[in-house]
C-alpha cells in the first residue's frame, strides 16, 4: 500500500522555520500554536504553492494529514470536512480516488479503514462492481480476494462469502483463474493453508486431498507433497502426529535408499531422526545412539565419532554430555586408540566390497586412513568416471 511509503522525514526546526519566514508567515504565532519541523515544512510548501493555508494551517494536524490537505489542494480540493472524522490514511485514499477521477461517495465513510478505501478505490479504478464486497462484514483482505476476481472475470459469487477466510478465497479465485473448481474443498471447512497445498497437488496431478480428510495440516501436507514431487511414497512410514520436518526427514531418507522405519517413530524428534538419518547414509551402526533417551547432540557427537572409526558405544548414554563425548573421541583419536583393530570397519569394507563387485581398482580407497565416507564418495567418483551406475 503506498500510503506507507510516504514517511515523512524528520526535519531541521530551525531551517524550516527560516523557510516559513522567507515565505512571509509569522514566526511567533507559530511558535505559539507548537507547530513541529515537519509541520511547518508542510506549511511552508502550502504556502510556496500558493495554495489555502487556512486549510492546512492547524496545530492539531498531524504532518501526514497536513500533506494530505496540501496535496488535495493541489488537484482543486478541499479535505478538510474528511480530517474531522478520519485519520490521515483514510484521507490519502479519497485524494487518490478523486486524482483518479472515481467516485469517492462510494467509499468515503469513517466506517471504512483506509485498506478497505484502497480495495474499493482500485476496484473503481478497474472499473468493476464494488457493491459486491463494499461491506463490513469482509476485512480488506477478503475485499482483495473478491476484487482480484471481479478484475480477472471470473465468477467471485463462488467465493464471495464472510464465511470463507481470504486465503481459501485466494486458492478458489486462483482455481477458477486456470479452470480449476476448488469450492468443494472450501465447503468442506479445510483452511486456507490445507487448500493450498492441495491447490498446489492438483496442478502438479498429484493428489494430497487424502490426507487432507485424514486430518494432517497445512505444512504436513507441503512435505508430502514435497515427497511425491520427488518420486517418493511416505504414506507407510508418516503418521498423523508426526510434524512437517519428521516427514521431511522420512522423505530424505527415502530419497537416499535407507530405511526410514529405523527412526520414524513417535519417540524421535525431526532431529533426533536427521542424526540417525545421517548415520544410515553413512552406512554407520546406529544402534549404538539411536536411543530416544539421547539428545539429537548427543546423537551428532556419537556419530561423528563413528565416523572417524571410533568405538563410541562407552559414551553413548545419557549421563555424558555433547561436550563429554567430543572430548573422549578427540582423545581417543590423539592416543590412537581407536578401540578397535587396525583392520578396516565394517562400513569401510563393505565400501572395498562393493568397489570390487563394481569391477574398479579398489586400491585407490582401500586404505585404513580413509573414514567410509571418504571412501564411499572415492567409489562413487570411480564409478562415474568408469561410466559405472551404482
Not at 507548537?34 to 492539531?60: C, E, F, M, S, W
Not at 497445512?218 to 511425491?228: D, F, S, T, V
Not at 586408540?337 to 587396525?342: A, E, K, L, P, Q
Request: hydrophobic residues 35%; charged residues 30%; aromatic residues 8%.
Amino acid at each position: 500500500m503506498d500510503r506507507f511509503n510516504m514517511l515523512v522525514v524528520g526535519r531541521d526546526y530551525d531551517k524550516e522555520m527560516q523557510l516559513c519566514r522567507m515565505e512571509g508567515l509569522g514566526e511567533e504565532e507559530l511558535k505559539t500554536k507548537g507547530y513541529t519541523a515537519d509541520q511547518l515544512h508542510q506549511l511552508y510548501r502550502t504556502q510556496k504553492d500558493n495554495l489555502d493555508l487556512r486549510i492546512v494551517d492547524n496545530p492539531n494536524f498531524s504532518a501526514f494529514m497536513m500533506r494530505e490537505l496540501r496535496k488535495g489542494l493541489a488537484i482543486g480540493h478541499d479535505l478538510s470536512k474528511y480530517a474531522i472524522s478520519m485519520d490521515w490514511m483514510q484521507v490519502h485514499e479519497i485524494r487518490k480516488g478523486l486524482e483518479s477521477g472515481v467516485d469517492v461517495s462510494i467509499y468515503d465513510k469513517p466506517e471504512f479503514t483506509a485498506a478497505h478505501m484502497e480495495e474499493l478505490r482500485k476496484g473503481l479504478e478497474a472499473g468493476v462492481d464494488v457493491t459486491i464486497y463494499k461491506k463490513l462484514t469482509y476485512n480488506w483482505f477478503q475485499m482483495k480476494e473478491i476484487r482480484l476476481g471481479l478484475e480477472s472475470g471470473v465468477d467471485v459469487s463462488k467465493y464471495a462469502t464472510p464465511k470463507y477466510t481470504a486465503r481459501v478465497m485466494r486458492v478458489v479465485r486462483k482455481g477458477l483463474e486456470i479452470g480449476l473448481d476448488m469450492t468443494g474443498y472450501a465447503e468442506s471447512h479445510y483452511t486456507g493453508d490445507v487448500m493450498e497445498m492441495i491447490f498446489q497437488g492438483l496442478q502438479e496431478d498429484l493428489d494430497v486431498s487424502e490426507f487432507a480428510k485424514a486430518g494432517y495440516d497445512g505444512e504436513q501436507l507441503y512435505a508430502i507433497l514435497k515427497a511425491k514431487e520427488r518420486g517418493v511414497e511416505v504414506a507407510p512410514y508418516i503418521r498423523k502426529d508426526f510434524s512437517c520436518e519428521q516427514i521431511q526427514q522420512i522423505r530424505k531418507g527415502l530419497e537416499t535408499h535407507v530405511d526410514p522405519s529405523i527412526y520414524a517413530k513417535e519417540d524421535f524428534n525431526c532431529f533426533q531422526m536427521r542424526e540417525i538419518r545421517v548415520g544410515l547414509e553413512e552406512r554407520l551402526d546406529v544402534s549404538v545412539y539411536a536411543r530416544p533417551d539421547l539428545y539429537w547432540q548427543q546423537m551428532a557427537e556419537l556419530r561423528i565419532g563413528l565416523e572417524k572409526g571410533v568405538d563410541v558405544k562407552k559414551w553413548a548414554h545419557p549421563s555424558f554430555s555433547p561436550a563429554d563425548i567430543k572430548k573422549g573421541v578427540l582423545e581417543a583419536e590423539e592416543s590412537g586408540d581407536s578401540g578397535t583393530s587396525d583392520d578396516f570397519t565394517e562400513a569401510q569394507t563393505q565400501e572395498i566390497i562393493l568397489g570390487l563387485e563394481a569391477g574398479i581398482d579398489v586400491n585407490v580407497y582401500a586404505k585404513p586412513e580413509y573414514t567410509a565416507t571418504q571412501m564411499h564418495n572415492m567409489r562413487l567418483e570411480l564409478m562415474a568416471e568408469a561410466g559405472i551406475s551404482e
